[in-house]
């Protein structure tokens, strides 16, 4: 007689069976999360911690600038409450390579809204 052979669980199965047991993880948080949450709670200005080139902190700053104007599923940046409000600017830095810019953050709370009020 010849041993049983074993065919290889597929990689579906394998998440299948092992979902349910074991301790719970926590969802992993983006960095933009993680910073964005950070700035929200400091009530000031927040330095994001990562360098960017020119461009990519300016369209990074716009974004953020103009993220309450704009559903959340559209965003390229993950982290914003409907309906938040952002200042932000992007200044050239003397700790990284030439030509690398910050990105800075500013909470200013949740858009006003006039169907709130009335």
Known sequence: MSAPTTQPRSLA???RATAGSGPRRHRRRSFWQR???EARGSGDWYRIPKLY???TAQQIASDVRCAHLRP???HRVRGFAPGEMWES???PTTIGAPGDCEVWVRFLGE???LAEAG
């Open 53 to 55: 080139t020119k461009k």
């Open 13 to 15: 199965n394998v998440r």
């Open 72 to 74: 959340t599923s559209v």
């Open 111 to 113: 858009k006003f809204s």
């Open 35 to 37: 910073s964005l949450d």
């Open 89 to 91: 600017k992007w200044i």
